[in-house]
């Protein structure tokens, strides 16, 4: 019997068992653009945010960090100005720096962040506004629902790794894919993982796959 794939994100992939760890409450009641020339995103999830405060975010051109967030704002009739390649957890792209310094960039955000973009971006000269406009919090499971032992756990945040441990004990049988390095960053010691080739959830269930030794 193949070893089950648990994804921890709240979107459903086929292929694998849905465990979502996290859940999403918006935090805005409103959104003004004025001030800024373009929109800063690190995730998906604050482009939706932002779509149920605000539509007119569409107005206004977006830098996407990460290729699953750049995807998210093209999907909702954003336009993707920039979308730096290396832009991750803190290997920050330079050229965000050659193209924006000057420019006044509206960051919308979570209310926990894994890495302060903007503290590292106003170091290089780049203004930058930040508004907190939705938080991630656990959902709560009981013992029963405890991954299967030898199950491949794809881990896809560093809050997925923080709620996952809230609800349930390490086994030693399990196996994690971590969906990038600044993730892996916020997994205990005790906890050793793979990690994906590209910093997505197909990725993840790639490489879930290749340790489970399917063709």
């Not at 193949?2 to 979502?20: A, N």
């Not at 503290?119 to 629902?145: N, R």
């Not at 390095?181 to 290749?210: F, G, M, R």
Request: hydrophobic content about 35%; charged content about 25%; proline content about 4%.
């Amino acid at each position: 019997m193949k070893k089950r794939i648990y994804l921890l994100s709240p979107t459903f992939y086929e292929g694998t068992v849905s465990l979502p760890m996290i859940k999403f409450k918006i935090l805005s009641q409103t959104l003004q653009f004025e001030n800024c020339d373009l929109l800063m995103f690190t995730s998906k999830q604050a482009v939706i945010s932002a779509e149920k405060i605000n539509p007119e975010w569409k107005n206004r051109p977006c830098l996407a960090i990460g290729s699953a967030t750049a995807r998210q704002i093209e999907a909702l009739g954003g336009k993707v100005a920039y979308q730096p390649e290396t832009f991750y957890g803190q290997t920050l792209s330079q050229d965000i720096v050659s193209y924006f310094k000057g420019k006044k960039i509206l960051y919308l955000r979570p209310k926990e962040i894994s890495f302060d973009s903007k503290g590292f971006l106003e170091k290089e000269g780049i203004i930058i506004d930040e508004k907190i406009i939705y938080e991630t919090t656990c959902v709560i499971y009981e013992d029963q629902d405890k991954p299967a032992k030898g199950a491949i756990i794809i881990f896809t945040s560093p809050s997925t790794i923080r709620c996952f441990l809230k609800n349930f004990n390490w086994d030693e049988s399990y196996t994690a894919v971590i969906i990038g390095k600044t993730t892996q960053n916020h997994l205990p010691s005790y906890i050793h993982a793979a990690v994906a080739e590209e910093a997505t959830i197909d990725a993840c269930i790639e490489k879930a796959k290749e340790h489970r030794g399917d063709e």
